[in-house]
């Protein structure tokens, strides 16, 4: 089969013939139908020297996916040949007890057998090829009818991360409140969306790019704003009478947080999601007083299938192109290019 493979770090990705794989003893065979791309795809290629992540090289990439099962290992009862799934993407251990809750991205131990991988596409063979191997039926999730499979691949991180931030703070989106939202592209625009779905808070979106304040507006976004804009924390002030109740930072420079730290007031949400790796200096008066600050990483199982709920009703649609696995290192090159609006989204 064809696949996108990291061939080694600092490497761009390769098109590569491999061979199918074959589920051993509860594991399953998936037929990709969409595996997405996802910004952090750009830092695992260039950013890492050998040693510096406990993986090794090479693997296929994409740890976005979504599809049909194709065919069960021994003991495979939970889900049936032929049924479209999602895929959990953090595979923990399933006994700790972040796993326990659901919650495989803070898990304290590597999968048996899977060498300090953290799930497919990250040390691990991912999805974006013909297929995939993964390792437990415990890591996917039912599509419900109404939910293209193709559309449910971003919504595995680029919906589920976003929705997780959310959740962390929704008793603070309250109706009237205030909610920044910094970056929309592919997971900030689903954020926008997930917030205007679940609450009636009011969002502020800001991004750089005119193309992503355009997919903010569409998103649901009530107020839009130029991140590039020298006054852009008098215009967030202004547009917030003083400060938001919660601001979410998907984007993660120093630019962007020090917007985010200028756009809280006393006791704010102040949630960091992007991996630009930026940082601002803490003090006793930045940010304002009682600012909670946290970073995530991902999201919970049981979030994924709330997430797929919310997608299959048609409150949140997630905005993508489409590339045949031909074509998938087109994709890379258009969002190294920051060409993309949304996600791209491999479909084999
Ligand atoms: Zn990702
Ligand atoms: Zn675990």
């Known amino acids: 089969m064809k696949a996108v493979q990291l061939p080694n770090w600092k490497s761009d990705p390769l098109l590569i013939e491999i061979d199918e794989p074959t589920p051993g003893p509860g594991q399953v065979v998936l037929k990709i139908a969409g595996a997405g ?26 740890h976005e996916n979504a599809g049909y099962v194709h065919a069960l290992g021994a003991g495979v009862d939970r889900v049936s040949v032929g049924q479209a799934v999602a895929v959990y993407g953090p595979w923990g251990c399933g006994k700790c007890d972040a796993c326990g809750r659901g919650q ?34 415990r890591f996917l999730v039912p599509i419900p009818d109404a939910l293209d499979p193709v559309a449910a691949a971003p919504l595995t991180d680029a919906g589920l991360t976003p929705y997780h931030a959310v959740k962390l703070s929704v008793a603070k989106m309250v109706p009237g409140s205030r909610v920044v ?43 839009v704003l130029d991140g590039g804009a020298e006054d852009i924390v008098a215009q967030v002030k202004d547009a917030t009478g003083g400060g938001a109740e919660v601001v979410i930072d998907f984007v993660g420079t120093d630019a962007t947080l020090a917007t985010a730290v200028g756009s809280c007031k006393y006791q704010s949400d102040l949630t960091l999601v992007g991996v630009a790796g ?3 200096p803490f003090n ?25 709920a919310l997608a299959a009703r048609g ?3 997630p905005e993508y192109t489409t590339y ?11 969002m190294g290019a920051g060409k993309l609006t949304g996600r791209a989204v491999i479909t084999p």
């Open 37 to 62: 791309l996802c910004h952090s795809d750009l830092h695992l290629l260039h950013d890492f020297e050998e040693g510096m992540l406990p993986w090794r090289v090479p693997f296929i990439l994409g």
């Open 181 to 223: 939202v910094i970056g929309a592209g592919g997971l900030g625009h689903m954020g926008i969306q997930i917030i205007k779905a679940m609450t009636a808070a009011d969002v502020i979106a800001i991004d750089i790019k005119p193309e992503a304040r355009a997919l903010a507006s569409k998103s649901g976004a009530d107020v």
């Open 104 to 137: 495989d991205t803070y898990c304290a131990a590597p999968l048996d057998g899977f060498d300090s991988a953290f799930g497919g596409g990250l040390g691990t063979n991912g999805g974006q090829a013909e297929y995939m191997l993964v390792p437990d039926a």
């Open 315 to 317: 409150l949140i649609t």
């Open 284 to 308: 006793l008066y930045a940010p304002p007083y009682e600012t909670a600050m946290r970073s995530i990483y991902w999201g919970t199982r049981s979030e994924l299938r709330e997430v797929l």
């Open 278 to 280: 930026g940082s601002f």
């Open 324 to 334: 045949s696995l031909d074509r998938a290192l087109d994709a890379y090159a258009d």
